[in-house]
């Protein structure tokens, strides 16, 4: 398995990602959020994410950030609420780019932190996860999304044991514009 994680914080992911180490698997972790909005907020999860993984020694691949064209994405869904359709496209936005990736760049499977939050809707994620997977099916080459509930195994304690541990920082609102209201 070669695997590319979708990573959206250091809080959502420290625990998967040394879950992942500890059982060797080949990960390397993918942060691609054009939904964090303002840009100071993006810059300030992928610093912290960033240090993290340079410390456990993982790799780390950033996307381009494009708030204004994730922004065209989800419009007229701006009033839905959180766990709604807006975040289905949302998901999908950040899961299809991660997709893409993991394609053109020989990973067997796609993966994402997004919903080891218990604020996320796991069903919703893993739809997207495995939506942005077809989109890009190749016969020759399928790319398969890994549909783990990363919330079991010990692994919300474990979540939180860490973010206690590193002092991470730990943000108010899920990311956009229209989730600081909630
Ligand atoms: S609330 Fe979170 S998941 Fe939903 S659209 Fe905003 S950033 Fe995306």
């Not at 959020?33 to 810059?43: A, F, G, K, R, V």
Request: hydrophobic fraction near 35%; glycine fraction near 6%; include cysteine.
């Amino acid at each position: 398995m070669r695997l590319l994680l979708h990573s959206c914080c250091a809080p959502c992911s420290a625990a998967i990602v040394e879950h992942l180490l500890e059982n060797a698997v080949d990960t390397t972790v993918f942060f691609s959020n054009s939904n964090i909005y303002p840009q100071d907020e993006y810059l300030h999860r992928r610093a912290e994410l960033e240090r993290h993984l340079q410390v456990l020694g993982v790799p780390f691949v950033e996307d381009d950030y494009d708030h204004s064209d994730w922004l065209v994405s989800v419009k007229g869904l701006e009033q839905e609420p959180e766990r709604g359709s807006r975040c289905t496209q949302c998901f999908r936005f950040r899961l299809l780019r991660a997709a893409r990736y993991a394609a053109d760049h020989g990973f067997t499977h796609l993966g994402t932190t997004l919903a080891s939050s218990r604020w996320k809707n796991i069903d919703q994620v893993n739809a997207a996860g495995q939506w942005a997977v077809e989109q890009v099916a190749s016969l020759s080459v399928p790319l398969i999304f890994l549909d783990r509930n990363w919330r079991k195994g010990g692994l919300q304690e474990r979540r939180n044991q860490l973010l206690r541990q590193y002092g991470f920082y730990n943000q108010q609102y899920c990311g956009c514009e229209f989730s600081m209201r909630a």
